[in-house]
């Protein structure tokens, strides 16, 4: 499974790179008179869902084994299933209508889909995933954004990864977290508050709201996974104090 996502993984960012380097879209590009385009589409067409089900093969596989330590197991565990979804997430894409887009050349391009979410009534075929954008990432402002989700889905895992990387170094600095037990609820916690974060940007996305134009739901939803995710760290430090505290009695 590793290798079929590897092949199909350099095929698909090769076409996308070619694309790129012929000034033309690499996504949803309906261009016919393009043969190399209409290549590349086929290649899409076959390299994305074989990235998808290699990923989940793995996710399935995996699930159940424990790999190393338990706070880097619970971590690979919860960012596999989060790449899952955040893939799955990408196939939306195909449902936001069609638009019409300028090359580098300047020709007109039809999209069949994109990934930015606009209200139905004011959805025509104007440009719209070629509208100004947040800096760097260029994630919509004009409306919801699905990039957003499918980003955050897809490096969950090196996020929680990092996470264990940093809990072992500051375990012999702090008694409460030398335990592998404790260390590992905390990424469990933070794995969940991170499923939470996808939740959230997935449905504000959905509700074509821009990521940097929260209204009162989603700063309510952002609160309420906050103040969660810091009651359930609590209580895992209490829990790992205590521990040690037993530990010291004995």
Sequence with gaps: ???VFAVTGFLDVGFIAVQAARGTFSHFNNFDADPVNAIGQQIFMSGVPGLFL???????ILSWQRLVDRP????????LALAVAGMAM?????????????DADGKVIELVAGHTVLDPASRDLSP???????????????GGDLRVPHFVGLHGIQVLLLAVVVL?????????????????????VLGLGYTGLLAIVFFQAM???????????????????????????GSVYWKGRAAVRHESEL
């Design 207 to 233: 509700r074509a709201q821009s990521l940097v134009h929260p209204d009162s739901t989603t700063l309510a939803a952002f609160a309420g996974l906050t103040a969660g995710v810091a009651a359930l760290l």
């Design 54 to 60: 290699a990923n989940l093969v793995i996710v399935v």
């Design 128 to 142: 719209r995933d070629a509208a100004p954008g947040m800096p760097i990432t260029h994630w919509s402002t004009i």
């Design 72 to 79: 880097t197991t619970r971590a690979i565990h919860f960012g």
């Design 90 to 102: 990408g196939y939306l894409m195909g449902y936001t209508g069609k638009q019409l887009v300028r």
């Design 168 to 188: 072992a170094w500051l375990a012999p600095r702090y008694p409460w977290l030398r335990a592998e037990r404790t260390r590992a609820a905390v990424i469990g």
């Design 1 to 3: 499974m590793g290798t």
